[in-house]
């Protein structure tokens, strides 16, 4: 099947610094890919929808100038988390959608957990 | 979106079959129903997905009744494996329609 992948897999960083996640899709292309965040105990929450040459698709509440999102291709979006605090620590899962997709099956990376300090 | 409710959790004894429902009443004509596992520290993993009727593949099956408006996924002779949070998710993907978790349904399988 088709393969996301994450990295960093896991990230420590100190406040005030930004940190740079990348999203791959392995053996697709992707023209969509979507960005969620995971609290521990909580489900996934959408953070973005990211489509390949244009700017991303914020959802309500997540800062965009704090969570930059870039999809410079259709096998790669990066979420770079600026300025972060202990507060941004968090799991965070990206999913793509192949081209021409209609039934909707996402696939997942594995996931970056963020901790800062 | 069609916003979709399970139960919070569900425990269940290794070798038996469970079966998960999930209600999502607003559905719409062009939504598919997906389920999807996930296990701690790692990102969702596609179980299986339907319209209607039912639909099964090699790990479960998917049930779907004539109004859609529900869902029902059967995991046969679950082992210790299996316990991990089970999400529902509907949505017609066309274009770049994300897909919204609900809470999921954690279940616990006890040997």
């Known amino acids: 099947g088709a393969v996301v992948s994450q990295h960093p897999s896991w990230v420590i960083c100190k406040s005030g610094t930004s940190v740079k996640i990348e999203c791959r899709s392995l053996?697709?292309?992707?023209?969509?890919m979507f960005w969620y965040r995971q609290f521990p105990k909580q489900s996934l929450m959408l953070m973005a929808t990211?489509?390949?040459?244009?700017?991303?698709?914020?959802e309500q509440g997540v800062e965009k100038d704090k969570f930059l999102i870039n999809h410079a291709s259709l096998t790669l979006s990066t979420l770079t988390v600026t300025s972060a605090h202990p507060e941004d620590s968090s799991f965070y899962i990206c999913?793509?959608?192949?081209?021409?997709?209609?039934?909707?099956?996402?696939?997942f990376g594995e996931g970056s957990r963020l901790t800062v300090l | 979106l069609a916003k979709t409710t399970q139960p919070i959790s569900m425990d269940s004894y290794e070798g038996q079959e469970v079966n998960i429902t999930c209600s999502h009443n607003n559905i719409a004509t062009n939504d598919y129903i997906t389920w999807y596992q996930q296990f701690p520290s790692q990102g969702p993993r596609f179980i299986i997905q339907g319209y209607k009727t039912k639909v099964t593949n090699e790990v479960a099956s998917l049930f779907i009744p004539a109004d859609r408006k529900s869902s029902t996924l059967s995991l046969p002779r679950v082992s210790l494996s299996d316990t991990a949070v089970y999400y529902c998710l509907v949505g017609g993907y066309s274009g770049n329609t994300p897909l919204v978790f609900g809470k999921g349904t954690r279940l616990s399988v006890i040997a």
């Open positions: 053996d697709f292309q992707a023209t969509t």
């Open positions: 999913s793509a959608q192949g081209q021409g997709s209609d039934t909707g099956e996402l696939f």
């Open positions: 990211s489509n390949e040459g244009s700017k991303a698709t914020y």
